[in-house]
Structure formats: C-alpha cells, structure tokens
C-alpha cells in the first residue's frame, strides 16, 4: 500500500507538472491595437500600417450576408472567428485576419523585456509563420482557392523588423 502511494504521488506530481508548462498554457489574444504600441514605428518597420493597408485587415469585408456569421467563413476570415472564445477578450471578429492568426496570441510575448529574446517570445508563444500557417487558410478548401505559391504570397505581405535584418 506504501509503494502505491508513493507511485501516486509521483504520477500525480509529474501531471501537474506538465500540465503548468508554459506551452500548455491557453495563451489570449490581446488584438492588434495592442501590437501597434511597438509595431507601428519606422525603425521597427511600420508592421501595424502594412497590415492595415494589406488584404489580411480588409477579410470581413470580403464575406457576404450570411457568410459574416458562418463558423467555416470566419475561421479564416477573422482572428476571433477562428479561436476559443475564452481566449479572445482583446479583439472583436472585424479585425479581420489579424497579427495574432500568424503570429499566435500575444498575451505571453507582448512586453518589450520578452519580444527582445527572441527565444523568450517562441517560448511565450509566438509564432514564426511558415508556409504551413499560410496553408491553414489558403488552401482548397477555400471556395475562392486558385492556387498559392507560399514565396510570392509572403513577399507580398511581408512585414519585417530592420533591426533584426
């Protein structure tokens, strides 16, 4: 009986480890008003104003009638259509696609002391998008889908910070 207790509180130890591991954490969606407070200067690229004048800003306009309250619509035309409701205090479904359907929620990485570790800010859950994020969406099951060639599609959103070219 004192070898099972001793295995059950091992086993039990173990689960709450793992289970408060920062990458099982529910990481919130903070908007993308909050991103602009840094992303919005021209030495850090104006990342805020190309997306706002960029396509990705512009998704819930491209849905029409009943489409702006379909769930298989808005899971990629807007942020907040597409995530846990719990976790999307900070924007609303206009926002469209948004920084954080790439970049993932910022709640973790928002503050300048972790975005300056790079390492820091993918452990608090930012995302580097790659051509398997963009695929997520731009895929065929689009009813509009005519084809993506990842490079020629992220050239033309690309929104890199100079400081760290």
Sequence with gaps: M?????????IIGLLFILGNNASGQDFKYIGASK????HNKAAKGEQYNKWLSGPHSKAMQSLKGDEVNNPECLKCHSTAGAADPGLIAGITKEEGVSCESCHGPGSAYKSMSVMK???????????????AVCKKCHNEESPNYKGFNFEEYYA??????PASN
Excluded at 2 to 10: D, E, G, I, M, P
Excluded at 35 to 38: R, T
Excluded at 117 to 131: A, F, Q, V, Y
């Design 117 to 131: 570790d790079h390492e820091l800010s993918i452990k608090n859950g930012l995302i580097m998008p790659t051509e």
């Design 156 to 161: 033309k959103i690309a929104h890199p910070n």
């Design 35 to 38: 991103c602009k407070m840094c």
């Design 2 to 10: 004192k070898h099972l207790s001793v295995n059950t509180v091992l």
